[in-house]
């Protein structure tokens, strides 16, 4: 099957006397200066003004505290998909009935690309992204984050989690509604049968 190419006509590239002046391209970056100049400056006078971030920003990652305990199962996928390498973790055993926690949990904010495919592919949403942005290292040691360093009580993250929540069901509560109790695989949802809630969304 042949292509057919649309080539520009041999006019396109010539310039009129009035173009060659050059006018028309000053006056409208004139009249969008002056148009800019008495509106609203957007600057903010970082650090004395603190900025105000949404929940869809990709702030420093961190581990989710529930109930007293990290929620996280050393799985050890988002050790696996973290791009840079970021993440190291040792998995350890517990009477707990999630069966397994992190022994160990480091991130390197050094490597760390705050990519936040490593809170994509969590299962228990027990690693997110916080809105945390301004941290300082004075050395490469203080730049690995060990697991006490990581813990994050889940209320402070309730704004992130409900954005993931909405992210990654759009339909949730408008299409469909399902009983939490016909997919019980993960601890999160074992806990939110525990509690009494059955319908999600």
Same mark, same amino acid.
Request: aromatic residues 10%; contains cysteine; glycine residues 6%.
């Given at each position: 099957?042949?292509?057919?190419?649309?080539?520009?006509?041999?006019?396109?590239?010539?310039?009129?006397?009035?173009?060659?002046?050059?006018?028309?391209?000053?006056?409208?970056?004139?009249?969008?200066?002056?148009?800019?100049?008495?509106?609203?400056?957007?600057?903010?006078?970082?650090?004395?003004?603190?900025?105000?971030?949404?929940?869809?920003?990709?702030?420093?990652?961190?581990?989710?505290? #529930?109930?007293?305990?990290?929620?996280?199962?050393? &799985? +050890? $996928? @988002?050790?696996? %998909? =973290? *791009?840079?390498? !970021? /993440?190291?973790?040792?998995?350890?055993?517990?009477?707990?009935?999630?069966?397994?926690?992190?022994?160990?949990? #480091?991130?390197?904010?050094?490597?760390?690309?705050? &990519? +936040? $495919? @490593?809170?994509? %592919? =969590? *299962?228990?949403? !027990? /690693?997110?992204?916080?809105?945390?942005?301004?941290?300082?290292?004075?050395?490469?040691?203080?730049?690995?984050?060990?697991?006490?360093?990581?813990?994050?009580?889940?209320?402070? $993250?309730?704004?992130?989690?409900?954005?993931?929540?909405?992210?990654?069901?759009?339909?949730?509560?408008?299409?469909?509604?399902?009983?939490?109790?016909?997919?019980?695989?993960?601890?999160?949802?074992?806990?939110?049968?525990?509690?009494?809630?059955?319908?999600?969304?």
């Amino acid at each position: 099957m042949a292509v057919r190419i649309r080539t520009a006509s041999p006019q396109e590239r010539k310039l009129s006397w009035w173009d060659k002046l050059y006018f028309p391209a000053i006056l409208s970056g004139l009249a969008y200066t002056f148009g800019r100049l008495f509106k609203k400056p957007v600057t903010v006078q970082y650090p004395e003004e603190p900025i105000e971030l949404g929940p869809e920003f990709r702030g420093r990652p961190v581990l989710v505290v #529930e109930n007293g305990k990290e929620r996280c199962v050393a &799985c +050890g $996928l @988002c050790a696996r %998909v =973290c *791009p840079p390498f !970021a /993440i190291h973790m040792q998995a350890a055993e517990t009477d707990d009935p999630k069966e397994r926690y992190p022994a160990i949990f #480091e991130i390197n904010m050094l490597r760390c690309i705050y &990519c +936040g $495919l @490593c809170e994509e %592919v =969590c *299962p228990e949403e !027990a /690693i997110v992204m916080s809105p945390e942005y301004d941290f300082v290292f004075r050395s490469r040691e203080e730049a690995i984050y060990t697991k006490d360093r990581l813990l994050v009580d889940k209320k402070d $993250l309730e704004a992130r989690l409900g954005w993931l929540r909405q992210m990654r069901n759009p339909q949730i509560g408008k299409r469909f509604r399902f009983r939490i109790s016909n997919n019980i695989h993960s601890v999160k949802a074992r806990h939110l049968v525990a509690e009494g809630e059955e319908i999600a969304g």
